[in-house]
């Protein structure tokens, strides 16, 4: 009768003699209560890295937060720095064509009358603008 000459495991049960594939994990053959153990470890150090990259995740997702969180504060940061240069400039803006008028106003003064501009930039200036 043809037959293997590997190795083999087999359990004595009820139902007779059961063969189970022979375990080779470590580089060596392993059976009964040492394969059981073998197992065990394995599995063990395979759940301890699946639970180490699910926290190695878990960190690279809070820092990710973190990153955006501070281009956020950076953006806003800019945007009142934007705003207020663009007040200044604005202010700049005005009170270059406030001494524009009043060199106008001066020079019509000097020959003696005042000027439509000084009549009209007076008007503006009493409403506040």
Do not use: C, W
């Not at 580089?27 to 395979?46: I, Y």
């Not at 504060?73 to 202010?91: I, K, N, Q, T």
């Not at 700049?92 to 005042?114: S, V």
Request: proline share 1%.
């Amino acid at each position: 009768m043809a037959h293997s000459n590997q190795i083999q495991e087999f359990l004595l049960t009820k139902q007779g003699i059961g063969l189970i594939d022979i375990y080779t994990g470590s580089g060596e053959v392993l059976t009964g209560s040492a394969r059981a153990a073998q197992e065990a470890e394995e599995k063990a150090s395979e759940l301890a890295r699946r639970h180490e990259a699910d926290r190695r995740l878990r960190e690279q997702e809070r820092k990710r937060k973190a990153l955006e969180a501070k281009i956020a504060a950076l953006r806003a940061e800019f945007d009142a720095e934007s705003e207020e240069l663009h007040l200044m400039v604005e202010e700049e803006r005005k009170r270059q064509a406030i001494l524009t008028e009043d060199r106008l106003e001066m020079a019509h003064l000097r020959k003696g009358k005042p000027s439509a501009v000084l009549r009209s930039a007076r008007k503006r200036r009493g409403k506040g603008e």
